[in-house]
C-alpha cells in the first residue's frame, strides 16, 4: 500500500529593520566665478572692444567684475 505524505507549506515572514534613508555626499558649490569662465568673458569684452590689444587687464578685471555680481560674491 502506498503510503500518504501530507505536503505542508511554511510561510516565512521576515522583519527586517527600517533602513535609514541614504543620502547623498554634500558638495558645496562655490559660486565664485573660475578662471575659465572669467577668461572666457575677457575674451568676449576684447572682441567687443574692437579687438584692440593692450587693455587686457582692464577687460580680466571687468569680466572678474561683471561676474561676480551676477552670482552675488563679493570681491575681496
Not at 505524505?5 to 534613508?21: D, E, F, I, Q
Amino acid at each position: 500500500m502506498p503510503t500518504s505524505t501530507k505536503s505542508t507549506t511554511t510561510t516565512v515572514t521576515r522583519t527586517t529593520r527600517a533602513r535609514k534613508p541614504r543620502t547623498e555626499p554634500v558638495t558645496t558649490v562655490h559660486p565664485t566665478p573660475t578662471h575659465d569662465d572669467i577668461a572666457t568673458r575677457a575674451y568676449e569684452l576684447f572682441l567687443g572692444d574692437g579687438a584692440r590689444h593692450g587693455r587686457d587687464l582692464e577687460h580680466w578685471l571687468r569680466a572678474e567684475l561683471e561676474l561676480r555680481e551676477r552670482v552675488g560674491v563679493s570681491g575681496s
